[in-house]
């Protein structure tokens, strides 16, 4: 409610945000997201079960994302290859969550802000890497590797917690 003095303290009972209590986990151990809407004085808390990266050239996940603490997921030394289309080296990409959402399997897809975009280049805007809601059509608001990825081996990180501005990944190249 504030950033100096007294703050109100909220604790979740039923799905319910409420004043001066305390919440207590029961269920399992696991990593969990957990959203709150001061408009209705709601919560809603659903299991985070995995993260993927979709490589949509070869239509299929080429590696999970597992959970690395503090909001973020990382998958390290994945290799990379883009895939010889007969107009060029086909480089798209974007991510998927799976949830449990009180038993309920569900998929939440991230990609660009772009419905296209170009590759990222050492000029791209920090931006370019931002991560927001997309459909799960194939080929819609993919990402794209930088030209230098093809053939290497990379470390990839999603970064969800306060630490960045948005949402946001990041691609680097390790060999």
């Known amino acids: 409610t504030r950033k100096t003095g007294e ?3 909220y604790f979740i009972e039923e799905g ?3 004043a001066d209590g305390s ?3 029961s269920g399992e151990e696991g990593v969990y997201r957990i959203r709150v809407d001061f408009n209705d004085g709601t919560a809603n808390v659903v299991e985070i079960v995995k993260a993927e990266m979709w490589f949509a050239p070869n239509g299929e996940f080429q590696f999970e994302l597992p959970y690395n603490g ?3 997921w990382k998958a390290s030394n994945e290799p990379i290859e883009f895939k010889e289309e007969r107009w060029r080296r086909d480089v798209r990409y ?3 969550f799976t949830i449990n959402d009180n038993g309920e399997t569900l998929e939440e897809w991230y990609g660009s802000t772009n419905r296209d975009n170009q590759r990222p280049n050492s000029n791209t805007a920090e931006s370019y890497w931002h991560m927001v809601p997309v459909s799960d059509h ?3 608001n993919s990402f794209k590797f930088a030209a230098e990825v093809d ?3 990379v470390d990839m990180e999603i970064i969800f917690n306060t630490t960045v501005p948005a949402y946001t990944h990041t691609v680097t190249i390790v060999e």
């Open 138 to 140: 194939h080929w819609d």
């Open 16 to 18: 319910n945000m409420k």
């Open 23 to 25: 919440t207590t986990f």
């Open 94 to 96: 974007k991510l998927k």
């Open 7 to 9: 703050p109100t303290n």
């Open 151 to 153: 053939m290497s081996t």
């Open 70 to 72: 503090n909001g973020t």
